[in-house]
């Protein structure tokens, strides 16, 4: 395939979550969401996701979404408080692959497919290089 025709990736969705449980996600990701003020954290235990469900910004429950990054526009929501409540941990910053916005208008990230962002992986390597070192 020439490079002209393979897409970016931030053309796509794209979301991660890391240790502090802060979904951030790009900008093409929350435009395509409907650019909400707020969301609504919903986790399903039987299918093991997180979902995100756009709300007014003074609905009971909502976490507001914030600017990550003025260069990039990607956006951030905090929410540790439930991901606590729900008991997910994971070790690392992770990205979704097969993040999807269905037909409700609800974001689903399937924790079962995450994986480490190479960000992450990079780090720990750095991380553990300069720990070896005398």
């Given at each position: ?12 969705i ?5 240790r ?41 429950n ?73």
């Amino acid at each position: 395939i020439p490079r002209s025709y393979v897409m970016p990736h931030y053309a796509g969705i794209h979301v991660t979550r890391n240790r502090k449980a802060w979904i951030v996600m790009s900008r093409r990701t929350y435009e395509r969401f409907g650019a909400p003020k707020a969301v609504l954290v919903l986790f399903d235990e039987v299918n093991n996701r997180i979902g995100l469900k756009p709300v007014g910004p003074g609905t009971r429950n909502a976490h507001p979404v914030n600017v990550a990054n003025t260069k990039t526009g990607s956006k951030i929501v905090r929410c540790y408080r439930l991901i606590v409540e729900a008991g997910i941990d994971l070790p690392a910053t992770v990205e979704f692959p097969d993040a999807d916005i269905t037909a409700e208008r609800i974001l689903t990230l399937d924790l079962r497919t995450a994986r480490p962002s190479a960000r992450a992986k990079a780090r720990q390597r750095l991380s553990a290089r300069r720990s070896s070192q005398p």
